[in-house]
């Protein structure tokens, strides 16, 4: 599950070193006392829920259900390798994987997913799940860590390696942009995947918010997030004869430099692919991520930025929104540097991990 761009940048070069990987199969942890622990999370997530009003009877049952399979009885043999290469921790089956290698005194180090570094977000749940059960934490960009929500040194990493996003150094050829058109580019549909307190939103009220942008200008088209629900599950059947005439197929990478504007409504991938170009940005902050103070200040230099009300903004509200985004004009930011690229060399202090 190494789904990151980082792995494969490094890949040329694990091979010219003679560190060879094959791919290992999940296998669940062994806890001790297993009912026993189990008996006590069933107590307090009944607990729980009394406590939060949680009218569904089976919430325990069904927490419980679903994370037993990751668990066991007896201890499981894993692969007789050294290190562990593991992608995003906030996976629970990578994380219980990477427990696993670790309980079993193997080394384990896990690579960032996405195109920026993971410290820009400022939710403890970054540290609790991204940082940690790993021994390396391999991140793009500049960002230093300043403080440690993770108290025990089990769990969290030892070391944060960084590295540039080779893409984002590249030198962007500066063109003309003569397309009026404006791409939205919405998160992803989350079904009942919800992630607090920062990402706590209905998939049927983001896509009515989703409407009102839509008809607020003429010229809006959408490049849909490739994860997540389907549109289909979440639309009318009027709506989706409606989209297909609005949706841009074509890969952001190769876009991000050839409209007017782009709209986004989180700070994602999205946000720092098209930040490296030319083009102007409108960040509709509808609450969905929590933010670095320093980093916003870098993002309020390369957007428009403005702090709406995702429930209650009007259509025409929208559209005053876009008039002044097309008019803003960016200033000169650190954000790339921050969060995609550095100026230390770190191939050498990622190989030095394999040193006997």
Avoid: W
Avoid at 105 to 117: D, G, T
Avoid at 144 to 149: H, I
Wanted: aromatic share 14%; hydrophobic share 35%.
């Amino acid at each position: 599950n190494v789904f990151s761009d980082i792995y494969e940048d490094l890949k040329q070069d694990l091979d010219k070193k003679l560190l060879f990987r094959n791919v290992t199969s999940f296998k669940p942890l062994y806890l001790k006392f297993l009912d026993e622990q189990i008996k006590i999370l069933s107590t307090y997530l009944k607990k729980f829920a009394k406590k939060n009003n949680i009218k569904n009877k089976k919430f325990s049952e069904n927490f419980i259900t679903y994370i037993k399979p990751f668990f066991c009885y007896e201890k499981n043999r894993i692969d007789n390798n050294e290190f562990l290469f593991v992608g995003s921790n906030a996976i629970l089956e990578n994380r219980i994987m990477s427990a696993n290698f670790i309980s079993n005194k193997r080394k384990v180090i896990s690579f960032n997913h996405a195109n920026y570094n993971t410290l820009v977000i400022d939710e403890p749940h970054q540290e609790y799940t991204e940082h940690a059960f790993c021994d390396y934490y391999i991140d793009y960009g500049s960002i230093k860590k300043k403080k440690n929500e993770l108290k025990s040194d089990y769990l969290k990493p030892k070391k944060i390696i960084c590295f540039s996003n080779p893409r984002f150094k590249k030198k962007i050829i500066e063109e003309k942009i003569l397309n009026n058109n404006i791409i939205y580019v919405p998160d992803s549909f989350h079904g009942d995947k919800r992630q607090g307190p920062y990402r706590e939103m209905d998939d049927k009220k983001y896509y009515n918010f989703q409407k009102r942008l839509n008809s607020s200008n003429d010229n809006i088209f959408i490049k849909r997030h490739p994860k997540g629900k389907k549109l289909t599950e979440i639309a009318t059947k009027k709506d989706i004869k409606i989209y297909p005439e609005k949706n841009i197929s074509e890969n952001l990478s190769k876009i991000f430099n050839k409209y007017t504007l782009f709209i986004v409504d989180r700070i994602s991938q999205a946000f720092f692919e098209i930040a490296r170009g030319g083009s102007n940005i409108l960040y509709l902050n509808i609450g969905r991520r929590k933010i670095r103070k320093d980093v916003i200040n870098e993002i309020n230099k390369r957007a428009y930025v403005a702090n709406i009300d995702p429930y209650t903004i009007s259509s025409l509200k929208i559209y005053s929104l876009i008039k002044k985004a097309k008019k803003f004009k960016p200033k000169k930011s650190s954000i790339i540097s921050l969060a995609c690229t550095t100026n230390k060399k770190s191939t050498h202090k990622f190989f030095n991990i394999f040193n006997p």
